[in-house]
């Protein structure tokens, strides 16, 4: 059975009025309530669970079908929403908690305990896989995805953390990443207790959050190469996307692991990027053997779905050192059409389009101001990626012409990005200027989603006015009666409420909070300090 939406051959927004602060859009609440929906469903992945048929276990074969990169690269939706609407972040902290609890169970790290020594299909692997080898390794040697725990001269470590004291951060660093957006939402501290990694009943380790940001440090500390994913395997990738979320977890509690990162981010520019024709960086590294010393390079056949995950993390840490990466992304492997659309081709010589190079390309482009370059591959998206939206449920998501029940989770978790960010700078903001302000200003809460739909939610300190509007989810919900709560405000304070342009209503915060009782659709608060 296919996704019960309908195709929208283009964007279609709903009458909604103008927002007075930057605002989520439609598709943005579609898409965040069809994840709602996800996570809803619930379920478990320990050993004895199947993972639930809404979760991505069936792209990129044999590298990154693992479930865990879904949770993964839905933290980039989370992040860049939760910078919309500072003020709710309630939805994003139960997504995320979500995923951060699916990271921390059997499904999130088997290959790594499973794939024991070397793949025994290495001697016959699809002769379409060779240039995914170093040269003269064919047929000796692990394809990407294949974790090689205890191969080479390397004990067998099933801990998925320590690793061998310098793998598995296909692992470690991409929890890291989903834990630390968490803490971006949410100032609970649910992560900085002890959390137990499950195997099995019988094997299992004890972590938190900062231990893990201590031993990522310590590991690149003593490996300026990078730290390995599968074992002898340094994947730039992995380590910007590591690096990203460390700085984020330095930049909330005030430490300084990503301090040792700045080691591989030399060695990366001076043997993972270079340039064969000297007009700027046209090759990268995919991964690097720090054992063998060699690695495989795309000389002359940029991998376009390699440089844009690069950039999109590295940015986050070097503006300076990324940017003339982007700029060569851009020269070698923009697409512009007739149409006025444009997309990234996925490899260099080539026009051969790919979702996850074009989805998160876009982004890229709106990140960095490049708007009419966002602007013709957002028009490719929405030609191209079959944007559906489910009307009875209120959801967005793009099919991408398979026809299948769930959305493609990792194809729509790489899109999305370009549909979420509102203005540049945005997502380098998270990580070079995190607002934490946030936890101490006036917070909306109790949201009755996904019925009801917030569009913005952003308090404006000088004014001291929390602005918040709100939507319906669908026409049979509006008129409906609902509520929601102003919290984290002075006790005994008093606040001036307004609604739709009437007349505020005064309003003494005696706990901490305040309640406002409204009817759903479209709604219009102002929250103002009285003094």
């Not at 994840?35 to 074969?61: A, E, H, I, Y």
């Not at 300076?320 to 070698?332: D, G, I, K, T, V």
């Not at 081709?345 to 009419?372: F, H, K, N, P, Y």
Request: glycine letters at 10%; proline letters at 6%; a neutral charge.
């Amino acid at each position: 059975m296919a996704y019960a939406g309908s195709k929208l051959p283009e964007v279609r927004r709903p009458d909604l009025p103008v927002a007075t602060a930057p605002a989520l859009s439609a598709e943005a609440m579609g898409w965040l309530a069809h994840l709602d929906r996800k996570v809803g469903l619930g379920g478990t992945w320990t050993k004895n669970d199947q993972v639930g048929p809404q979760w991505d276990t069936k792209s990129f074969v044999p590298t990154m079908y693992f479930p865990r990169y879904e949770l993964t690269w839905l933290s980039w939706s989370m992040g860049l929403m939760a910078e919309t609407t500072p003020a709710w972040r309630e939805e994003y902290a139960k997504i995320l908690g979500f995923l951060g609890d699916r990271f921390l169970e059997y499904w999130s790290f088997a290959e790594w305990v499973e794939n024991r020594g070397d793949d025994p299909a290495r001697s016959s692997y699809p002769e379409a896989m060779k240039a995914a080898i170093p040269e003269g390794q064919w047929g000796r040697y692990n394809l990407p995805g294949w974790a090689g725990n205890g191969s080479r001269t390397e004990p067998y470590d099933p801990d998925p953390i320590r690793a061998g004291g310098r793998f598995g951060l296909m692992y470690k660093g991409y929890l890291n990443l989903v834990l630390s957006m968490y803490s971006y939402v949410s100032d609970d501290g649910k992560y900085s207790r002890p959390f137990v990694i499950r195997y099995d009943d019988h094997l299992s380790w004890t972590y938190d959050q900062r231990r893990l940001n201590e031993i990522l440090a310590q590991q690149w500390q003593s490996h300026e190469e990078g730290i390995a994913c599968e074992v002898t395997k340094v994947y730039p990738w992995c380590n910007t996307l590591a690096g990203s979320s460390v700085k984020l977890y330095d930049a909330l509690h005030g430490t300084r692991f990503a301090d040792p990162y700045k080691r591989f981010q030399k060695y990366f520019a001076q043997h993972y990027v270079g340039s064969d024709r000297g007009q700027g960086p046209d090759w990268m590294m995919g991964y690097y053997d720090a054992d063998l010393k060699t690695g495989v390079a795309d000389h002359g056949r940029q991998n376009g779905s390699n440089w844009v995950p690069v950039i999109w993390h590295g940015l986050a840490m070097d503006e300076a050192q990324f940017r003339p990466l982007y700029e060569s992304l851009f020269r070698l492997l923009y697409r512009p059409q007739k149409d006025g659309s444009a997309h990234l081709a996925v490899m260099g010589g080539t026009d051969a389009d790919l979702s996850i190079t074009t989805g998160l390309g876009a982004a890229l482009a709106r990140e960095m101001g490049d708007t009419d370059r966002a602007d013709a591959m957002r028009r490719w998206i929405d030609r191209h990626y079959e944007p559906t939206r489910d009307n009875t449920r209120g959801e967005f998501a793009f099919g991408f012409g398979l026809g299948e029940e769930w959305p493609r989770g990792q194809y729509n978790a790489w899109v999305m990005p370009a549909l979420l960010g509102t203005r540049a700078g945005q997502w380098r903001g998270i990580f070079q200027r995190p607002n934490v302000a946030k936890f101490s200003q006036p917070t909306v809460e109790g949201i009755d989603f996904p019925a009801v739909r917030v569009r913005v939610a952003a308090y404006d300190a000088k004014t001291r006015t929390l602005h918040v509007e709100l939507a319906a989810a669908t026409p049979a919900v509006e008129g409906k009666p609902t509520h929601f709560r102003i919290t984290r405000l002075p006790r005994g304070s008093r606040w001036a409420v307004a609604n739709n342009g009437a007349p505020p209503v005064e309003h003494r915060a005696a706990d901490g909070s305040i309640e406002v009782a409204t009817t759903i659709g479209s709604q219009r608060f102002e929250v103002r300090a009285l003094a």
